[in-house]
Nanobody
Framework: QLQLVESGGGLVQPGGSLRLSCAAS????????IGWFRQAPGKEREEVSC????????NYADSVKGRFTISRDNAKNTVYLQMNSLKPEDTAVYYC???????????????WGQGTQVTVSS
């Protein structure tokens, strides 16, 4: 089966850091752009970041720019999201997803992970 699995979520205090991982099984990520999305309670799912197939291009939502960093290691078939200076408003379920190109709408992503909970609270 073709799967994406997120890990690394948890509870962290404001100002803290977490590193999320998105690992693929059943396929290689070489030909896929990978996006990170999040959905907070009562809010629509939003794109946080996206990285191109080679890692040569990255996108960030304004709300996380300067605090989050997306990266990929195709040899490990894994994409990462380093989250620093976390704020309570970053609390959400975080999902990774694969598509052909960054910039596509959510319904154009081919594969989605199950999500990992990130809670930022004191």
């Amino acid at each position: 089966q073709l799967q994406l699995v997120e890990s690394g979520g948890g509870l962290v205090q404001p100002g803290g850091s977490l590193r999320l991982s998105c690992a693929a099984s059943g396929f290689t990520l070489d030909y896929y752009a990978i996006g990170w999305f999040r959905q907070a309670p009562g809010k629509e799912r939003e794109e946080v970041s996206c990285i191109s197939t080679t890692g040569g291009s990255t996108n960030y939502a304004d709300s996380v720019k300067g605090r989050f960093t997306i990266s990929r290691d195709n040899a490990k078939n894994t994409v990462y999201l380093q989250m620093n200076s976390l704020k309570p408003e970053d609390t959400a379920v975080y999902y990774c997803a694969a598509c052909r190109l960054c910039g596509l709408s959510m319904d154009e992503y081919d594969y989605w992970g199950q999500g990992t909970q990130v809670t930022v609270s004191s």
